[in-house]
C-alpha cells in the first residue's frame, strides 16, 4: 500500500492520504462514483483498506470540503509547515494541478445547482 502514489504514509494505526487523491476523490464523489469504485480505480486494494474505512474518509472529506473547500482537504499537520518547497512546480505539474482544481470547482457548481433545484428556487441556467 505505501508504493501507492496517493499514499503519502502508513502505520499501524491509518493511511495518509495525498492531497491530490483527496481533491481527486471528491471530484469524483461529486459526479456520482462510489467511494468503493474510487479508491479500486486509484490502485488501492478495497479489501486491505476496508469499507468502514473508506466510507469513513468520504465522510471525513465531505464535511472538511463543505466547510472550507479544496483547501478542507490539504494535510495541514507538523512536516507541512506551509514554507516553499525546494523544488518549485514544473509546468506539466502547475497545469495538471489547476486542471484538477477547475475540474473540482466545475462539480462544486454544478451540485450546488442541483441543491438549488432541488430546493425549488427556480430554474438556473
Not at 19 to 46: H, S, V, Y
Not at 82 to 97: Q, W
Request: aromatic fraction near 8%.
Amino acid at each position: 500500500m505505501s508504493t501507492n502514489k496517493y499514499v503519502k504514509s502508513v502505520s499501524p494505526k491509518g493511511i495518509t492520504y495525498t492531497d491530490e487523491f483527496k481533491e481527486l476523490f471528491m471530484a469524483q464523489t461529486l459526479d456520482g462514483r462510489f467511494p468503493i469504485e474510487i479508491f479500486r480505480d486509484c490502485g488501492f486494494d478495497t479489501e486491505a483498506v476496508g469499507s468502514s474505512r473508506i466510507n469513513a474518509c468520504r465522510r471525513r472529506w465531505l464535511a472538511s470540503y463543505k466547510r472550507d473547500g479544496v483547501m478542507g482537504l490539504r494535510d495541514t499537520r507538523a512536516g507541512n509547515s506551509g514554507r516553499s518547497k525546494d523544488k518549485e512546480l514544473s509546468t506539466e505539474e502547475r497545469y495538471a494541478k489547476l486542471e484538477a482544481e477547475n475540474k473540482l470547482l466545475k462539480a462544486e457548481v454544478e451540485l450546488l445547482k442541483e441543491i438549488r433545484l432541488a430546493e425549488g428556487r427556480g430554474k438556473l441556467d
